[in-house]
């Protein structure tokens, strides 16, 4: 085979991100990714990857020594956060109502060790009495529980507190995923007493989708010295990793640079912020669409009380065509929003407000586009009850967001 002759500038078109990852990245963060490349252990370099971590920790709440961005995509931190503490035959409850927790508990199956399943329906809380029966009666001890914190699948804002302490109580270690949570809502790794915790670039803190920030106490670093055997991952091996980001700056792989300069750039503006100011952002954001939607008189799909600001799933109405619908908000407006995953495939869109995305125009322009796209579809909806239902609680949201 031979290639044709010449292949045209990458043009990629102008959307607005409102889907479930990745989110608009902040012009700012594209500029740092296109400063020069410098070598790995470069001490200019060294010195960006200590203020990453700096502002990893400030973003997890935590005094964590082992605080590092593992190279891939929030899956990865998600596998690094297992295979790093289990070992074949060891027993963990995984919770799982969406697909990220199914996801948690493959890989916990991949490790070869015995995933305990606690569930809940799509759309529905994991209910921390389920979580103690399962360790109650898991007939040995556990090693771990591993809980989503916001299940990007359902739109569910998962409350940790109670599982974590019940972790805690049968001595296992507590696994987080902090993927969509992190940036978006309160994230408090050693308050609320989490062993291990990994999130993602591409989500709340809108830098584009490659490195995965992973947190781990000092406990669990215990549990990784004692495994009896080496970590199954020679990739994903933290015992290794931590010698990159520690103090010997020992050669495991070659950092992806521009992605560290990107996360450095996404916090930086985080911090600039304030992460209360950004918290706040999104929960008005967030408040606002699903006022509007409400408005409109569409159905939400998450628990009421437990709704995520940052993913709101809503529920497609009999007989329309949710295909369609995002596609017609694609090619007319170059809005992204995504489709149902896992029980609500088909039934639901996923909208998302994260970090850059999370703006009053993006509000008005969806909820606007979507009311247009069910006319087209033959379903009448207001679309001005919706936006001023929107526009009551976007009120509240300080100038100059945009
Ligand atoms: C997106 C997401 C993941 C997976 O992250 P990738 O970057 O797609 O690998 C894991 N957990 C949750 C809750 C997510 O939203």
Not at 59 to 70: G, Q
Not at 93 to 119: H, K, L, W, Y
Not at 168 to 175: N, P, Q
């Amino acid at each position: 085979m031979t290639a044709r002759e010449s292949f045209g500038d990458l043009r990629p078109p102008a959307r607005v991100l409102l889907g479930p990852g990745p989110s608009d990245v902040d012009p700012r963060v594209l500029r740092a990714m296109a400063t020069p490349v410098i070598g790995h252990l470069d001490p200019e370099f060294l010195r960006v990857m200590d203020e990453t971590r700096e502002l990893l920790r400030a973003a997890f709440r935590t005094e964590n020594r082992l605080t590092v961005a593992m190279s891939g995509t929030g899956s990865a931190g998600m596998e690094t956060t297992l295979v790093n503490f289990l070992e074949p035959g060891d027993k963990a409850v995984v919770c799982v109502n969406g697909v990220f927790g199914q996801r948690m508990a493959d890989i916990v199956e991949r490790t070869g060790a015995e995933p305990v399943v606690v569930s809940a329906p799509y759309g529905r809380i994991i209910d921390p009495a389920d979580v103690k029966k399962a360790l109650a009666q898991a007939g040995g001890p556990v090693k771990l529980v591993a809980l989503v914190h916001l299940e990007t699948s359902t739109g569910v804002w998962q409350p940790v507190e109670d599982i974590a302490a019940l972790a805690k109580e049968h001595g296992a270690l507590f696994v987080l995923d902090t993927v969509t949570s992190l940036g978006g809502v309160p994230v408090e790794v050693d308050r609320w007493g989490v062993d291990a915790a990994y999130s993602g670039t591409q989500k709340c803190l809108s830098a584009p989708p490659g490195l995965s920030p992973v947190t781990v106490s000092d406990r669990a670093r215990q549990v990784l010295h004692a495994r009896a055997r080496k970590v199954q991952s020679w990739y994903l091996d933290l015992s290794m990793i931590e010698q990159y980001w520690g103090d010997d700056r020992a050669y495991h792989h070659t950092a992806p640079i521009s992605m560290i300069y990107a996360l450095r750039e996404a916090l930086r503006i985080a911090h600039e912020e304030g992460w209360e100011n950004r918290f706040a952002r999104h929960r008005r954001v967030g408040r606002a669409l699903q006022a509007g939607l409400q408005a409109m008189g569409l159905e939400l799909l998450a628990q009421e009380g437990f709704r995520a600001p940052m993913l709101t799933t809503v529920g497609v109405p009999e007989g329309v065509d949710e295909a369609a619908v995002r596609r017609y908000l694609l090619s007319r407006y170059g809005i992204e929003i995504a489709g149902g995953l896992g029980d609500f495939r088909g039934r639901a869109w996923r909208i998302g407000t994260m970090g850059h995305s999370a703006r009053p125009r993006n509000v008005t322009l969806v909820l606007a586009a979507l009311a247009e796209a069910l006319r087209v579809q033959g379903r009448r909806v207001s679309a001005e009850a919706a936006l001023e239902a929107a526009a009551d609680v976007l009120a509240e949201v300080p100038a100059g967001g945009g």
